[in-house]
């Protein structure tokens, strides 16, 4: 079936499905204009289709038209021209998007806005006479990722459920993932906050694309207060449409939130995330007062999490380096991915106890961001990078530079760039990173619960045993505050305190008689 009507289907559905009119024509717009041209860009036999063009329509507001302006028109004919050019040449282009890179490695391009807006609606409207049975996965896996480079709102859900559903109608000829493959995927989803909301939900809507857009907050923040905010927004939208919100209504919904088992910890993850919410909504103009300011915050004193002690990080070093070097040098293939393996494992828990790094900054790690000259790491910062510094560099102690280096002898495939693979190539996730850690702990005869993220606490403990001062140990940590380096990663027992300070104590060794 041609896009266009595999499109025009796949709206009457949602319609029949209870989409109402607002969010159906936002999926029209996006699977339209967005999808159309990502399809253009990566489907290979758009090239041969160009070449041999003969009647020049052009899409504009959401149809396919012959009736565009000459200079339009004059736009999308040179352009195909100056490909059928370089076809002339010699020279064959698999995809659009290949050809349009080299137009931009030759050199500055004289067109003006108004001339690449018009070979995009050629490109637009050319992809809506595409068969969907011709799309092929490696094709909807780069525009998958095209659409999420160019920051289209909703768009990669969009597509994917649009996918979905034409394989589900025999329209397409392969299976398409149930899900994106990225971190926090659901919170992403179009759909994860219903098809359709009141009030309320809306104006998380636009909560969420702020955080996103505006505040570059990170994916696993997004998910963080999409997930609380969720449950109490729709609560609101159970009380009615002209609910006004007080101190007295949020108190009412924490309450409902305990009646079904949330704690204390619960409780303040609640009211910080309605806080801000609010605090949004104040700058909006959606609201005058913030409820959720002076509300109070209890929260339970959580038990000390268990850390590594200096001999157990030790134990699963040793444990990890007898098993790359029984395996390094066999020739079977079952050891000598075992050799990958336990190298790779090794590298990570240096990384981790070394350096303090977290989990999502170690998953996100690239083979381009490894500055050799300095033997440093250059990672995206945790949080709202639009007000802290977008990067910070972690400089790799010897040990983990050698053993570094070693598995980037023997990590031959590429892994889409990733730093951190499988034997098969595949980027590891980050459950994937978290296992290996879990796994070779447990190998190591450790019976602690020690997730990466209590590797980073083992990584403050240790060097604060060893004398470093909480402004370092912040730097290191990539904390905003010493406060929260102080509070939560400094953990020091009553004789490790006394050592401390014995060592650093500027009147250690006056007779104190």
């Not at 006394?498 to 650093?504: C, E, G, L, S």
Request: with cysteine.
């Amino acid at each position: 079936m041609l896009l266009h009507k595999a499109i025009a289907e796949y709206l009457v559905y949602l319609e029949g499905a209870g989409f109402g009119e607002k969010e159906t024509a936002r999926k029209a717009v996006i699977l339209r204009r967005h999808l159309s041209l990502a399809l253009a860009l990566f489907h290979p036999p758009m090239v041969f289709t160009l070449l041999h063009l003969s009647e020049f329509r052009l899409y504009s507001r959401g149809v396919v038209t012959e009736r565009v302006r000459s200079s339009r028109r004059e736009a999308a004919e040179r352009f195909v021209h100056a490909l059928r050019e370089q076809s002339t040449d010699g020279v064959s282009y698999l995809t659009v998007a290949a050809f349009l890179q080299h137009c931009d490695a030759e050199g500055p391009n004289d067109e003006s806005p108004a001339d690449r807006r018009a070979v995009k609606d050629l490109l637009r409207a050319v992809a809506m006479e595409i068969e969907t049975g011709d799309i092929a996965r490696t094709t909807y896996n780069q525009l998958l990722t095209w659409l999420r480079d160019a920051s289209v709102d909703r768009a990669v859900g969009y597509a994917a459920q649009f996918f979905r559903w034409c394989h589900l109608h025999s329209r397409l000829s392969f299976q398409p993932p149930s899900g994106i493959r990225r971190p926090y995927a659901r919170v992403f989803d179009a759909d994860f906050l219903g098809a359709e909301g009141g009030r309320w939900t809306d104006r998380l809507r636009a909560y969420l694309g702020y955080l996103s857009t505006e505040k570059n907050l990170s994916d696993g923040g997004i998910d963080y207060y999409a997930r609380k905010l969720k449950i109490f927004v729709r609560w609101l939208d159970d009380q009615g449409p002209k609910t006004r919100v007080t101190v007295r209504t949020i108190e009412d919904f924490l309450d409902s939130r305990e009646k079904l088992g949330a704690n204390s910890s619960t409780r303040a993850k609640y009211v910080y995330s309605i806080r801000y919410f609010f605090d949004f909504l104040i700058y909006r103009g959606l609201e005058k007062v913030n409820p959720a300011k002076g509300l109070p915050v209890k929260t339970d004193v959580r038990p000390e999490q268990p850390i590594l002690s200096e001999l157990e990080v030790v134990r699963v070093i040793e444990h990890l380096q007898e098993r790359v070097f029984r395996n390094g040098e066999s020739t079977d293939i079952h050891q000598r991915m075992a050799h990958f393996r336990a190298l790779r494992d090794l590298c990570l828990f240096l990384l981790f106890t070394l350096t303090g790094v977290r989990l999502s900054e170690a998953w996100g790690m690239r083979v381009d961001e490894i500055d050799f000259t300095r033997r440093a790491f250059r990672i995206a910062a945790k949080g709202n990078r639009a007000q802290r510094k977008k990067h910070r560099d972690i400089l790799l102690p010897d040990v983990l530079w050698g053993r570094l280096t070693e598995y980037l002898r023997v990590r031959s495939l590429p892994g889409d760039g990733r730093l951190w693979i499988s034997w098969s190539g595949r980027p590891l996730s980050v459950p994937g990173v978290n296992r290996a850690i879990v796994r070779r702990i447990r190998e190591a005869g450790i019976n602690k619960q020690i997730s990466p993220h209590r590797l980073r606490a083992t990584c403050a403990s240790l060097y604060v045993k060893k004398g470093m001062d909480p402004f370092s140990l912040k730097t290191l940590l990539g904390h905003e505050s010493i406060v929260t380096t102080v509070e939560h990663y400094t953990r020091l027992s009553d004789e490790e305190l006394r050592a401390v300070w014995k060592r650093t104590n500027p009147l250690a060794g006056i007779d104190e008689e």
